[in-house]
Nanobody, 124 residues
Framework: QVQLVESGGGSVQAGGSLRLSCTAS????????MAWFRQPPGQEREGVAV????????NYGDSVKGRFTMSRDNAKNTVYLQMNSLKADDTAMYYC?????????????????WGQGTQVTVSA
């Protein structure tokens, strides 16, 4: 099993930055693609970013491209989400996720484990 713990959420004004971290433990964490999802209040969950097992490739949701950067440090079993130029629309609960060993995507059905979430609030 995989356990994920997020940190780094908080409140920030529009235009500001935050860095989320997610530390993983458990089975084969460094053999898994990792992803970030978010769920704004009253809306469905959406994929934000996904990173390959070796960290060499990433993919982003259209709404965050050019503003968010996902990275990973496999020596620390940790992934990061650097969020710049934040907008009020980025307000959401952000979840770290570990993919199934055979998958690498931002599709929720292909996720093996979820973190508890960390709140990001951006004021206009």
């Amino acid at each position: 099993q995989v356990q994920l713990v997020e940190s780094g959420g908080g409140s920030v004004q529009a235009g500001g930055s935050l860095r989320l971290s997610c530390t993983a433990s458990g089975h084969d964490v460094n053999r898994r693609c990792m992803a970030w999802f978010r769920q704004p209040p009253g809306q469905e969950r959406e994929g934000v970013a996904v990173i390959a097992r070796d960290g060499r490739s990433t993919n982003y949701g259209d709404s965050v491209k050019g503003r968010f950067t996902m990275s990973r440090d496999n020596a620390k079993n940790t992934v990061y989400l650097q969020m710049n130029s934040l907008k009020a629309d980025d307000t959401a609960m952000y979840y770290c996720a570990a993919s199934e060993l055979w998958a690498c995507s931002m599709v929720g059905e292909l996720i093996a484990a979820w973190g508890q979430g960390t709140q990001v609030t951006v004021s206009a």
